[in-house]
């Protein structure tokens, strides 16, 4: 039996480069909604007592206040966040999942063998773009501190240099594991839970596989985006909880780790707390899934009209 031939490197890279720029297009959309996000889960942390706002009440209150550039502070850090971490979580997810399909000759795979390709993309993808990740949090929540307690970065490139010059290096990666964490469960809900979706979908509509209509494709990421939601959320609060702590009056940091934060906000804020802010987070997910994987199928159209592959 004669062997397949090899892949260019045109073509390894498709999965990557595609990946990358739909993420940075959905992230360029929906960065309103996911400032707003990470506002609501740190607004119990620097208004104690005080309940939050509603999600859209919170935009209108901060273009009032700081007018229409200041829902896209850290716009900078989400880019650059999206050029490594998006493009290697759906890159090394669809790369795998591609390579498991070739070898059941390329046919679909198990939902088992869809969410191992998601969990190993998203781990892999965190351990390069949370440095990235601390940063956005940080230009995210400054502007919600008084003037005397802003960090002030000038842009990604000054939030990183400074994060590590001031508290180290290992401080670029903070909340890491809970990041891991939100990473695998992101990727095994968009890709996975999608990839699945679709299938049954088509299943039900009969559309063809190669070319499913826009119905499908809409409904198989609105699925993706809900389960991405639900099962990322209490990592995504815990993360952007450790990457923005600072030591108190007496020096100490409020939290001892991921399991002591996870404790705190469990004791003091009830079990409902971990999916604080779930409508925005969801309003981030969905949209978000919707124009990846909406925009991917073009932009991989593309991709292969120019270089042939």
């Known amino acids: 039996m004669a062997s397949k031939p090899e892949k260019s490197t045109a073509q390894q890279l498709q999965p990557f480069v595609t990946s990358g720029m739909a993420a940075c297009t959905a992230s360029s959309i929906i960065h309103p909604i996911d400032l707003a996000k990470v506002r609501l889960q740190l607004f119990a942390v620097t208004n104690p007592g005080v309940k939050p706002p509603g999600f859209v009440g919170l935009l209108q ?47 679909p795979i198990s939902f088992v063998e869809k969410a191992g390709a998601g969990l190993v993309g998203g781990a892999l993808a965190v351990c390069i773009g949370t440095p990235f990740d601390v940063a956005l949090v940080r230009m995210q929540a400054d502007t919600m501190k008084s003037e005397a307690e802003r960090r002030n970065y000038r842009g990604v490139g000054d ?17 890491l594991a809970p990041n891991i964490g939100r990473g695998m469960a992101m990727n095994v809900g968009m890709m ?41 959320l ?10 923005d702590v600072r030591p108190g009056p007496d020096g100490k940091l409020p939290y001892t780790g991921l399991s002591d934060c996870a404790l705190q906000v469990l004791r003091k804020e009830g079990p409902l707390a971990f999916w604080t802010g779930f409508g925005a987070y969801y309003g981030r997910c969905a949209p978000h899934a919707m124009v990846i994987l909406l925009t991917l199928d073009e932009f991989t159209k593309g991709y292969k009209a120019v270089f042939k592959c």
Do not use: W
Not at 76 to 105: E, F, V
Not at 159 to 170: D, N, Q, S, T, Y
Not at 234 to 243: A, I, T, V
């Open 234 to 243: 209490p990592f995504d609060l815990l993360k952007s909880r450790l990457q």
């Open 61 to 107: 209150g901060m273009v009032a206040r700081d007018g229409i550039k200041s829902i896209y502070a850290g716009l900078s850090a989400s880019l650059t966040r999206q050029c490594t971490y998006g493009t290697a979580r759906m890159g090394i997810h669809r790369s795998i999942s591609d390579y498991l399909s070739a070898k059941n000759g390329g046919g």
């Open 159 to 175: 939030a990183l240099k400074r994060i590590a010059g001031e508290e180290g290096f290992g401080a670029l990666y903070k909340g």
């Open 192 to 232: 996975a839970c999608s990839d699945q979706a679709k299938e049954l979908m088509i299943a039900i509509t009969k559309d063809d596989p190669k070319k499913p209509s826009l119905t499908t494709r809409m409904g198989a990421a609105a699925t993706g985006g809900f389960f991405a939601a639900f099962l990322s």
